[in-house]
């Protein structure tokens, strides 16, 4: 069936230092794959997305480039700040009405100063 | 509205006791959507709503849970004698998924705590 994973954390990085969270899906058909951002007890907000191959979806300095060839949607970040500490989710969607949301486990990111 | 909106924010219930929470999805929305955060973050889909028909439901525990959205009503998920393991953040989400506009859009969650 259609899965998304991606790197298991913590990932610890200290401030502007550059930053990858690594995502492969496996999905029938042409999904639509975004980034989600949950901060600590705080809800999911949707921080990027691309929806078709080769697409670049980018926010906040946050970049991922949607590659089919490899399944991938590898997200990346030139500069962290500790503000940007928080829990990262690669997830799929297909392009058909009603599909659910498939997402990965979840990567915790903690930035020290 | 211009964002989905979950009530309550936090409940506590007794293991054995009834749990109600409430969703109102984004105005003009057809799709609703509930899935389970367990403390690992993980997110379990529960079950899915084509306006007040649902529309996949593979996700739903047979027993204790249900979940309706009727006209002109919040969406709502409701959990029967309550267990320990029911203890998460049940977010809500809706979508309109139009062509290729198949983003959800998430509430802030619920946290239900069992005792």
């Known amino acids: 069936g259609d899965s998304v994973t991606q790197m298991e954390g913590p990932v610890t990085l200290s401030e502007e230092a550059f930053l990858t969270i690594n995502c492969t899906y496996t999905a029938t058909g042409y999904p639509s794959l975004f980034w989600y951002v949950q901060y600590p007890g705080e809800g999911l907000q949707l921080l990027l997305k691309a929806t078709k191959a080769d697409d670049k979806g980018s926010n906040k300095g946050f970049e991922a480039t949607y590659r089919k060839e490899t399944t991938s949607f590898h997200l990346e970040k030139g500069s962290v700040q500790v503000s940007d500490s928080a829990v990262y989710f690669c997830?799929?969607?297909?392009?058909?009405?009603?599909?659910?949301?498939?997402f990965g486990a979840g990567t915790r990111l903690f930035v020290k100063a | 509205g211009e964002e989905v909106a979950q009530t309550p924010k936090h409940l506590v219930r007794g293991e054995g006791q009834k749990a109600k929470l409430y969703c109102a999805p984004i105005k003009g929305h057809s799709y609703v959507f509930w899935y389970q955060q367990v403390l690992k973050n993980e997110f379990k889909f529960l079950i899915s709503f084509q306006n007040e028909n649902v529309f996949d439901e593979t996700g739903m525990p047979k027993e204790r849970f249900s979940a309706k959205c009727l006209p002109n009503s919040p969406c709502s998920l409701e959990i029967q004698a309550t267990k320990l393991e029911d203890s998460a953040v049940y977010f809500c989400?809706?979508?309109?998924?139009?062509?290729?506009?198949?983003?959800?859009?998430f509430g802030q969650g619920t946290r239900l705590t069992v005792v």
């Open positions: 997830a799929l969607t297909k392009n058909t009405g009603g599909f659910k949301t498939i």
């Open positions: 989400a809706s979508s309109s998924q139009t062509g290729m506009n198949t983003e959800a859009f």
